[in-house]
């Protein structure tokens, strides 16, 4: 075939192409273009757990040695920060006359302790725990003003905290067991908050220290929390590591252990867990859990992340 016969059909097969597309039917103009070309894509939505922080006693001395708040966080903060919403239970309440002390159960964490915090990317801060009045409603106020004021929001006290994050509307509420919680008040909470969430957090200050299973109070709570409406359970104050079940098809982490603490005596004490859990489109399609070991009384370090979905 000579050069001007293609240069024909290629003028011919150029001609039928461009009547085609001007006599076709446009699109309809809506606002938005048609979901069938462009389809809704949501995001995942990552949270970060650990278990129990506290910036007072000996933690407290090793940052006023450093002068550094961020100290404890030093080995952490890369992951901790990662997530859409990170959240700790701080056991140490800040308050102005805090004394420097290794010794004592009477915690107190100086206030420019909370720059370590935002350092690391918390986003929220349990105060439902049997530590947080340590320095009476003087250090509880302090706490929440001190939290507030930076950014980060105090959950338990005593009603759920509603956020929302790439469209998805989060119910956060945490309970403490100490002293014994009203179980239809905790059960009627997460019912309510469930109305009008698209997931629900909660999380438990309970059980016995320095024990590597829930017990039978632990349960029945974790399960009733489930039951109320909660899509999660995550669990601190034993210490150690504990156990973890699907109950119903949710996620319950009894205990996560330490992640900043001065309790150099064991290697239980010295170990926790971060847990990392990935929701899309409001279902839990991936769960990390991420080691760490306590060095120096109060500074984790991450060991090798183990990823999995039992």
């Known amino acids: 075939m000579s050069s001007y016969l293609k240069l024909f059909f290629l003028f011919i097969l150029g001609l039928f192409i461009g009547i085609f597309f001007y006599s076709a039917k446009p699109l309809p103009i809506t606002g938005r273009l048609p979901e069938l070309i462009f389809p809704n894509i949501s995001s995942p939505?990552?949270?970060?757990?650990?278990?129990?922080?506290?910036l007072g006693r000996s933690v407290n001395t090793r940052i006023q040695k450093y002068a550094d708040p961020t100290w404890p966080f030093k080995n952490i903060t890369s992951l901790l920060s990662e997530a859409d919403i990170s959240i700790i239970n701080l056991e140490s309440?800040?308050?102005?006359?805090?004394?420097?002390?290794d010794k004592g159960m009477i915690f107190c964490a100086d206030p420019k302790s909370v720059f370590g915090l935002v350092y690391a990317g918390v986003d929220f801060a349990s105060l439902a725990n049997n530590h947080i009045g340590n320095q009476g409603q003087k250090g509880?106020?302090?706490t929440i003003s001190i939290l507030t004021n930076n950014g980060i929001t105090p959950i338990g006290l005593g009603k759920p905290v509603f956020n929302t994050v790439k469209n998805v509307k989060i119910a956060l509420i945490s309970f403490s067991d100490f002293p014994q919680l009203d179980e239809n008040f905790m059960s009627a909470q997460i019912s309510e908050a469930a109305l009008s969430a698209d997931i629900v957090i909660a999380t438990f200050h309970w059980g016995w220290e320095y024990q590597n299973k829930p017990n039978n109070r632990q349960i029945f709570l974790g399960h009733l929390a489930i039951d109320s409406g909660a899509d999660i359970v995550v669990g601190h104050h034993p210490h150690w590591v504990q156990t973890d079940e699907i109950y119903q098809g949710k996620p319950i982490y009894y205990s996560l252990g330490n992640l900043i603490f001065d309790q150099m005596w064991s290697d239980e004490t010295r170990l926790g867990e971060i847990l990392k859990i990935t929701y899309k489109d409001n279902i839990l399609i991936k769960k990390e859990i991420f080691p760490i070991k306590i060095y120096d009384y109060g500074q984790p370090i991450i060991y090798p992340s183990t990823s999995d979905l039992k």
Not at 45 to 54: A, C, K, P, R, W
Not at 93 to 101: A, E, M, S, V
Request: proline share 9%.
């Open 140 to 142: 509880v106020d302090e």
């Open 45 to 54: 939505l990552t949270f970060i757990f650990t278990g129990d922080v506290m």
């Open 93 to 101: 309440p800040f308050i102005t006359d805090c004394r420097p002390t």
